[in-house]
């Protein structure tokens, strides 16, 4: 899953911290072809201890609703997989748990096979009774900045949250980790949620995270709740981060109603007051392998969605409580390397590769599709430079 940086900053901040910019980077020539080839991922996960086959293990690339459980000889096997960068995870309880990074071609099988070391659990650290009202003010804490402030947000649940250990700093800085998978249910956009989290720290205005996410789709009672998940996880999908990379790899971020300006750095910050448009052709370029992107900018990236409008929860959550929703969703990126790799399903292969603000930084969890999704009159086009 890709990891970012979520920054919250009020509106009024922004506009005075930002700067002008124009892009310097070459304008690349992304034509484009589609795939017509997916991939498949087969193997075996056996006892690192006796290398007896292993039954009832989970295998799942992190972010999407592909998973497998292994059989009674320990194989399992993943198919229609697109290419891209993924993280593969494999994990039963009594065991550790074991991820590793996959750069999948297209049209290829790979054989994968993994030996997990039995791990003792102290059952008594998750025991329920050692949470106090320290505890419970620090979960109250903890779930907007994970889960977020938006409408989907009040429909998510952590239905074990008994699980998580806080921890503050002198300094500010607000850590959590979980002591076992976290269970969530979204019932705005219908989806039960494995999610292994890995890191979590929140200091001053920054949130940043990193984790393994399952997707499973939960079964609608009837017709109007299936209609219901249908528009909640279009609109999650529109106008979001993942949207806007997809986009970009396609060529289609301005069909797709994305404007983008670029920032320059001055002494005090960015400013808005002189920017320049931009496009898709002059912050991608081919990546090293045919499936994948290098983005590339200076200064900052200004995104305007205009097809939708804001959340009125999003004026409150950015502290700017003396105006109304715009008719536009607005939010910036900041590269904190010299580029970053995308590929197509808008997944970022550089660990914390990238700094969201705005109207993308509004969005947490509780708006997050599965990778792999894209709405009706949405093709997922696979695509290489």
């Known amino acids: 899953m890709s990891r970012f940086i979520f920054r919250a900053l009020p509106t009024l901040t922004i506009l005075l911290m930002f700067c002008i910019s124009v892009d310097e980077s070459v304008a690349a020539d992304t034509t484009q072809g589609k795939i017509s080839a997916v991939s498949e991922i087969n193997g075996r996960v056996v006892s690192a201890e006796t290398g007896e086959p292993l039954l009832g293990v989970h295998v799942f690339l992190s972010g999407t609703k592909i998973g497998a459980v292994t059989n009674s000889g320990g194989y399992y096997e993943l198919q229609s997989i697109p290419p891209g960068n993924y993280k593969l995870v494999v994990s039963i309880i009594g065991y550790g748990r074991v991820s590793k990074e996959l750069s999948i071609p297209e049209g290829q099988s790979l054989h994968e096979v993994f030996e997990l070391k039995p791990v003792v659990y102290e059952l008594g650290e998750i025991y329920a009774g050692n949470l106090d009202e320290k505890w419970q003010k620090y979960l109250d804490r903890f779930t907007p900045l994970f889960i977020g402030e938006s409408e989907f947000a009040d429909s998510v649940r952590i239905l074990n949250p008994e699980v998580l250990r806080f921890e503050t700093r002198w300094w500010g800085r607000f850590e959590a980790e979980a002591l076992a998978p976290l269970q969530i249910e979204n019932r705005a956009l219908g989806y039960r949620i494995i999610y292994y989290l890995d890191e979590f720290s929140h200091s001053g205005t920054r949130t940043r995270w990193d984790g393994e996410p399952?997707?499973?789709?939960?079964?609608?009672?009837?017709s109007a709740q299936a209609a219901y998940w249908k528009a909640n996880r279009r609109k999650a999908f529109m106008g979001s981060m993942r949207?806007?990379?997809?986009?970009?790899?396609?060529?289609?971020?301005?069909?797709?109603?994305?404007?983008?300006?670029?920032?320059?750095?001055?002494?005090?910050g960015y400013s808005g007051r002189?920017?320049?448009?931009?496009?898709?052709?002059?912050?991608?370029?081919?990546?090293?392998?045919?499936?994948?992107?290098?983005?590339?900018?200076?200064?900052?990236?200004?995104?305007?969605?205009?097809?939708?409008?804001?959340?009125?929860?999003?004026?409150?959550?950015?502290?700017?409580?003396?105006?109304?929703?715009?008719?536009?969703?607005?939010?910036?990126?900041?590269?904190?390397?010299?580029?970053?790799?995308v590929d197509p399903d808008g997944e970022v292969k550089e660990p914390y590769g990238a700094t969201r603000f705005g109207y993308f930084a509004f969005h947490r969890l509780a708006d997050e599709n599965p990778r792999e999704y894209r709405p009706e009159g949405f093709q997922r086009e696979l695509v290489s430079n």
């Open 243 to 268: 949207h806007f990379l997809i986009s970009l790899v396609q060529e289609s971020a301005e069909e797709e109603g994305f404007i983008l300006y670029n920032l320059r750095r001055e002494t005090y």
């Open 214 to 222: 399952l997707f499973m789709e939960m079964t609608p009672a009837d």
């Open 274 to 341: 002189n920017k320049y448009r931009t496009s898709s052709a002059r912050l991608l370029r081919p990546g090293d392998e045919g499936h994948f992107w290098k983005m590339r900018f200076s200064g900052q990236l200004e995104i305007v969605y205009s097809e939708a409008e804001e959340d009125p929860r999003y004026i409150e959550w950015a502290g700017d409580l003396y105006r109304g929703p715009n008719t536009v969703q607005t939010s910036y990126l900041e590269l904190n390397e010299r580029n970053i790799t």
